[in-house]
């Protein structure tokens, strides 16, 4: 993951991703969509499932992407924990798709 990326900026447990679900605060477009709840830090949950792709490699790029992304805007990032979940159509997207969806869901979060 590297140094940019520490566990602390990752959500781990299941109850950390209840209390953003419950918060019931979100964001999206055609490829993603962002729940996120107030907190001491930006960090990070994801959520690939296999209904947006039965291919492990598919979801895997999904979350590097995703990851990436996070790590290069989490300076700017409003301090909350932010959970991504991807939508089917992302699995046909190219990576620099990707990328700018998730660029532009991050610019309404600053």
């Not at 590297?2 to 209840?18: K, Y």
């Not at 296999?50 to 996070?70: C, D, G, L, M, Y």
């Amino acid at each position: 993951m590297g140094e940019d990326f520490p566990r602390t900026a990752r959500l781990l447990s299941g109850a950390e991703f209840r209390r953003v679900f419950d918060q019931r605060k979100a964001i999206g477009n055609s490829l993603f969509r962002i729940h996120y709840a107030p907190a001491e830090t930006a960090r990070l949950g994801l959520a690939v499932s296999r209904r947006v792709s039965p291919k492990a490699v598919v979801r895997n790029r999904i979350r590097r992407q995703v990851r990436e992304s996070f790590r290069l805007k989490r300076s700017e990032l409003v301090p909350c924990d932010y959970i991504v979940l991807a939508k089917p159509p992302a699995a046909t997207a190219t990576s620099a798709d990707l990328r700018l969806a998730l660029d532009q869901l991050w610019q309404r979060l600053t």
